[in-house]
């Protein structure tokens, strides 16, 4: 974990979790956001029935959730389902890469306080993504998910300036 920098290890303190600066979470969003475009775009072409089923039943789940305010329950799945599309993706070196820097926003989402937005406007993004994914027109879920990454890194930029 001192690799990736999520730990710094401090004379007479031990190992100690580092915070994100401003600049660790937009480059770590932009990685994500171009790892996760082209998993999508393989996703359209590659993914089975099965994978698309798992993908559209995380997506009502976290709908559930968002209309009763869950919001810890609403982000577990999001998380889910990213990891779901970049799996669905086929693409093993992509997989890898992803779970990388996924380790890596998951943080950033909880250390900002990102996970306390109101995910209104999220599930609404995700709607016009998954729909998208789910009859495989690769530039339309490409598209939504790339405004929804957008989205994602002004509410983590602007959750990071608060706290500095």
């Known amino acids: 974990m001192t690799k990736e920098g999520l730990l710094e290890l401090q004379a007479?303190?031990?190992?100690?979790?580092?915070?994100?600066t401003l600049t660790d979470a937009l480059e770590n969003?932009?990685?994500?956001?171009?790892l996760e475009s082209l998993a999508i775009e393989l996703a359209c072409e590659h993914?089975?029935?099965?994978?698309?089923?798992?993908?559209?039943?995380?997506?009502s789940k976290m709908r559930d959730h968002c209309e009763r305010n869950e919001i810890l329950d609403y982000y577990e799945l999001n998380n889910e389902i990213h990891k779901a599309f970049v799996m669905a993706s086929g693409n093993s070196a992509l997989v890898s890469m992803h779970e990388h820097v996924d380790r890596h926003i998951t943080r950033l989402q909880k250390l900002s306080g990102a996970?306390?937005?109101?995910p209104k406007g999220s599930m609404a993004e995700?709607?016009?993504?998954?729909?998208?994914?789910?009859s495989r027109n690769a530039s339309e879920a490409?598209?939504?998910l790339e405004a929804h990454l957008a989205s994602v890194t002004?509410?983590?930029?602007?959750r990071i300036a608060e706290s500095e």
Do not use: M, W, Y
């Not at 969003?29 to 171009?34: D, K, S």
């Not at 993914?47 to 997506?59: R, V």
């Not at 995700?126 to 789910?134: K, M, Q, V, Y």
């Not at 002004?154 to 602007?158: A, M, N, R, S």
């Open 142 to 144: 490409k598209a939504g």
């Open 12 to 20: 007479n303190r031990g190992a100690v979790v580092t915070r994100p």
């Open 47 to 59: 993914a089975n029935d099965e994978q698309l089923a798992n993908i559209e039943q995380l997506n």
């Open 29 to 34: 969003l932009e990685i994500v956001t171009v």
């Open 126 to 134: 995700h709607e016009r993504f998954i729909s998208a994914l789910l």
């Open 154 to 158: 002004e509410v983590i930029k602007k």
């Open 115 to 118: 996970l306390k937005e109101n």
